[in-house]
């Protein structure tokens, strides 16, 4: 029996056993309907829990699909990004390795596999840098301690800092790597071959101490050089410097071109190098200059010995591109201590003696003494005194007149310049000409005395001409036409009545120029006349290529008179001319014989003391205004 | 301790087994229509003239294996060694529960505090806020046991008095002293969790208004289909398990207190936090059985040797487990009484709420939907 019923029915059985079936029936019927209502509650719940659960379900399953979608997309995202980060990696000029904080390989581009000529195998995330390094050492690609550079790698990652090394390669290469830590843990290295940059570095270092045409020292390297040989002098040995110069190497690139200059100047180099010990320089220091800093002097005649053994190697005949070139060099020589213990000092030194050198004539050497110091001095101090004498208005024109043999009238007269310098007094043209050539003040000098000879000559008779010397300096300067225009225009001065005087020299040198710029001033109507004819080579050729207007005789011919060989110079001379349509100026007539003797030889003008010294503008205007013969004054 | 058991039937009036020649404590349970004219309270206080007497109104009574609504179940005891104390407030409404129990404490406390046993209002109180109040006070060191009153099915009005008649807004409790008592304690549910975990979306207090963003009384409806007519007693067909987020094996059950059908909310006996898990609940008759009896053992761990000691066994069960089991109910009682034994006399009533410390915790908390055990006896010693 069930104990629910077992229940029911000793609830419904009264105290006398009898049992009430009515009660009974209540209490079993009310127990059918609690089974029926927990049943019914049961399947309901089950029902909308499976409901629920399945609601729940799908949309769980919904989500799955949503972020697997989302997954998905941000997985090709993420596949796009590494394929353009693979692009990028692939197609840098860098190699690019990145490590974790274990110091093993993250990920790497080929580039950096190629520089390293690596094995996939060997490059491949994972692998340590203690393993790239050995694999480094192994294939001898550089050589490194490796634990040592492990753990200053390890070291410059722990600080953060941004750290570099260059690390030559053992076929030659250089890669610079620079390393840098990231954010969190690990550092990138980038790897660039600046082999090309290193090289060009180098060169460049080259270049900022060597000549680049002969490959020489230049005066920097000279001057370390120089110190470094100083050094041994205050430990009791001497030193030797030598300054070199080609003699006229500027004819030579003139007349043959620069390209074979060029190539002189290398071959005096391989000279000069022959010439010199081991432990001596050889630096080219400016054009044609050369300076040799001779060490291990224990006697005076060691410098001289080499300084003549330069000029013999020198002097040796030059082949340049089948040209036979002959030059010959000067030399100034300054000696430490003697002359100095300091580079620059020991340097000027040795310039000065090269000056010297040349001043006395070239194809020599010259030791520096104490007084060169001293010319150069003065020197200076008067190079810079005639660079203000035209802005003071310290020149002067001298006149000297020119006599027309033929009916004793002045037909002209020579300009000549003066120097009064305030404390100098008067300076000698011969002082200070050469100067003026040598520091480029030739063509402005040269400027004022035409202008003013122009001017000067436009206040006297109509039949008197001015006659103007002009430097071979002057006239290839491409202004001297003009210069000579304005002279003429600002005066007014007929052109008929400007004689300019050139000598021989001139014509020696850029002929051509030299002719073509004679043409203009002859088309201008302006007179040309030869200087000092019979001093240089006296070449007809001279003569016969430009249509002088007048020659002038040099003076020693004339001072040579009365003997045979004058007078028939003198004769030919004036015979040549005539022929020539030219007329002829005997110059430096100083007494009345010379004067009766050109007369006879044909000579169409002369000039000199016998008539008059060269005088100043106001005694010459005097004396036109006294209208005067030679005959008249008679002086000497 | 001697208990005598005492039972009043409409026809026969009370009979009394056993003997407690001058009781202290007299506990009673009866249906609110039997006890509401204070006919029953003044029958007891003539028949136990010093004693403590304490009753209230219920979802039905339990006398030894038998499960009644006609009959008076109540209990006198005589103690040997133990003081009683007994402590009784009014209560305004559910806001005022942490307050009144702070008050009950207070009335309560003292070093040799053994034991507290409550009956409160079952409709004007939030539960769980009147035991924070009572062991904020006293601890967790002091077992406090007890329950809510009960109105049958009906959810209108509960009864509570100590030593006068029984009254509405009501919370009386006994306190025990001295080292004699002892106070064995089981509480356990057997609900069976079913459907999906669902989160709180929105609750006040005890007031639950979503869950996963729809309204509680929908799902519940839904739930209930025709037995949606009897809400809000129908509601504890379909238990609420509670579990906070982080601590998900800590878990509570809730049963419903009223419904409110323009809001679509839910009144539970204890709180429904917001942002806690929830789970429905629904019982199997053998599993709530088998539930009653894992809180009879759990009273009876540290059961001592009691020597000439009675014991009594108090035994509060929610009213839903009752309306679900219809006449099975007495499978549950039956079940506990197997585990306590013959010698212990069995009381007890279906309430609104079962007061116990938890079985894991140890903390005194509100259970709603279990079978609460409070055994008493004096040591031998």
């Known amino acids: 029996m069930h104990k629910l019923f077992a229940k029911q029915l000793a609830k419904a059985t009264g105290p006398s056993g009898k049992v009430d079936i009515e009660k009974l029936a209540v209490m079993v019927g009310a127990a059918y309907d609690d089974a029926d209502n927990d049943r019914r509650r049961t399947d309901r719940s089950m029902s909308l829990m499976i409901e629920e659960v399945d609601q729940l379900n799908r949309g769980l399953e919904q989500q799955v699909d949503e972020r697997t979608a989302a997954l998905n997309e941000r997985e090709q995202q993420l596949r796009a990004q590494n394929l353009r980060l693979d692009a990028a990696l692939s197609n840098m000029s860098q190699g690019l390795a990145m490590f974790d904080g274990d110091a093993r390989l993250l990920i790497c581009n080929q580039r950096y596999i190629e520089m390293y000529g690596l094995s996939p195998d060997v490059a491949k995330p994972g692998a340590s840098l203690r393993d790239l390094l050995n694999h480094h050492s192994l294939n001898n690609v550089f050589t490194v301690d490796t634990d040592k550079r492990v753990s200053e790698v390890l070291e410059s990652i722990d600080n953060g800092k941004r750290t570099g090394l260059v690390i030559e390669m053992l076929d030659g290469r250089t890669i610079a790597v620079v390393r840098q830590g990231m954010p969190g843990d690990g550092w990138v290295a980038t790897h660039e071959d600046i082999t090309d940059r290193r090289r060009a570095e180098q060169q460049i270092a080259h270049m900022a101490r060597h000549d680049a045409l002969t490959e020489l020292p230049n005066r920097v390297q000279l001057r370390e050089h120089l110190a470094i040989a100083l050094e041994r002098v205050q430990r009791g040995e001497h030193v030797a410097v030598h300054y070199l110069d080609l003699d006229h190497f500027k004819t030579v690139n003139d007349s043959l071109g620069h390209p074979v ?93 090269l000056y010297r050198a040349k001043a006395d004539g070239r194809g020599t050497y010259r030791f520096f003494e104490p007084q060169m110091d001293a010319r150069m001095h003065e020197r200076r101090k008067l190079e810079l005194a005639l660079r203000s004498a035209l802005s003071n208005n310290e020149f002067e024109l001298y006149y000297q007149p020119l006599i027309e043999l033929n009916g004793d009238d002045v037909s002209g007269c020579e300009a000549l310049i003066r120097w009064h310098h305030p404390e100098l007094g008067m300076v000698p043209p011969l002082d200070f000409i050469p100067l003026a050539e ?90 040309i006349s030869m200087d000092d004819f019979g001093t240089g080579y006296s070449s007809l050729s001279y003569l016969r290529s430009f249509p002088f207007d007048k020659i002038k005789i040099d003076r020693s011919f004339i001072k040579g008179l009365p003997d045979n060989d004058s007078i028939a110079i003198v004769r030919a001379v004036t015979g040549l001319a005539r022929s020539l349509s030219m007329t002829t100026t005997a110059e430096g007539v100083e007494t009345h014989q010379q004067l009766d003797q050109v007369r006879a030889l044909g000579c169409t003008e002369m000039q000199g003391y016998v008539f008059s010294p060269p005088m100043r503008l106001n005694e010459l205007l005097l004396l036109f205004a006294r209208d005067v013969s030679p005959h008249a004054t008679g002086t000497a | 301790m001697r208990a005598q058991e005492i039972v009043w039937r409409e026809t026969e009036g009370w009979s009394r087994t056993g003997a407690a020649a001058d009781a202290g404590v007299v506990l009673y349970f009866g249906a609110r229509q039997t006890l509401a004219d204070g006919a029953r309270y003044n029958e007891l206080r003539t028949l136990y003239p010093n004693a403590r007497i304490i009753g209230c109104s219920t979802g039905g009574q339990i006398q030894t ?86 109105d049958g099915a009906l959810f209108e009005q509960t009864l509570v008095g100590a030593d006068c008649a029984p009254r509405s807004h ?28 669902r989160r709180i979306n929105r609750s006040y207090g005890n007031i639950l208004h979503e869950l996963d963003g729809e309204p509680a009384l929908d799902l519940y409806e839904r739930y209930l289909g025709d037995d949606s007519k009897g809400l809000p007693g129908s509601a504890l067909l379909f238990p609420l398990q509670i579990s906070h987020p982080e601590r998900p094996d800590h878990e509570l059950v809730r049963t419903v207190l009223s419904v409110d059908r323009a809001a679509r909310s839910m009144t539970f006996a204890g709180d429904v936090p917001q942002g806690w898990n929830a789970r429905l609940m629904r019982g199997n008759f053998d599993r709530l059985a088998a539930g009653a009896a894992d809180a009879a053992r759990l009273s009876q761990l540290r059961a001592t040797d009691r020597g000439e000691s009675d014991q009594v066994a108090i035994l509060v069960s929610c009213i839903g487990r009752r309306l679900l089991m219809g006449q099975r109910v007495t499978d549950e009682v039956e079940a506990a009484g197997a585990e306590l034994g013959a010698r212990t006399s069995r009381l007890g009533f279906y309430s609104y709420g079962e007061i116990s410390p938890h079985a894991v915790s140890g903390h005194c908390e509100l259970h709603n939907q279990t079978m609460t055990v409070t055994a008493i006896s004096e040591s031998a010693g």
Request: charged letters at 20%; a negative charge; hydrophobic letters at 45%.
């Open chain 1, 261 to 353: 200059g060029d190539e002189l100047l290398k071959a005096v180099a391989g000279r000069l190098r022959h010439c010199v010990g081991k432990t001596d320089t050889v630096a080219r220091v400016g054009g044609d200059e050369f300076a040799i800093v001779q060490t291990g002097v224990d006697r005076p005649t060691d410098a001289a010995a080499l300084a003549q053994e330069i000029r013999e190697a020198i002097r040796a005949p030059f082949d340049i591109n089948g040209h036979v070139v002959i030059v010959d060099a000067s030399i100034g020589i300054s000696h430490a201590p003697t002359d100095g213990i300091e580079t620059n000092v020991l340097l000027k030194n040795a310039d000065m003696a």
């Open chain 1, 438 to 527: 040598e520091i480029g003040l030739i063509a402005q000098i040269g400027e004022w005395v035409i202008r003013r000879a122009c001017e000067d000559a436009a206040t006297w008779p109509d039949h008197v001409k001015v006659a103007v010397n002009l430097s071979p300096i002057q006239l290839t300067s491409q202004s001297l036409v003009s210069v000579v225009m304005n002279a003429l225009a600002r005066s007014r001065l007929q052109p008929q009545r400007l004689e300019l005087e050139i000598t021989e020299a001139v014509l020696m040198r850029n002929t051509e120029e030299v002719l073509a710029t004679l043409h203009q001033l002859r088309s201008l109507g302006v007179r």
């Open chain 2, 170 to 197: 009501t919370i009386a409790a006994l306190g025990f002293y001295g080292s004699a008592i002892r106070i064995g304690h089981g509480s356990a549910g057997g609900w069976d969790v079913f459907g999906p975990r």
């Open chain 2, 65 to 150: 294996d038998d499960v009644g609504d006609d009959m008076v179940a109540g209990i006198a005891l005589s103690f040997d060694a133990t003081k009683i104390k007994s402590a009784i407030e009014t209560i305004a409404g559910p806001e005022s529960s942490r307050t009144c129990g702070e008050a009950i404490g207070r009335a309560l406390q003292a070093d040799d505090l053994s034991g507290i046993f409550v009956l409160s209002d079952g409709l004007n109180v939030n539960g769980s806020h009147l035991v924070a109040g009572i062991t904020g006070v006293i601890g967790d060191r002091v077992p406090l046991t007890g329950g809510l009153a009960g």
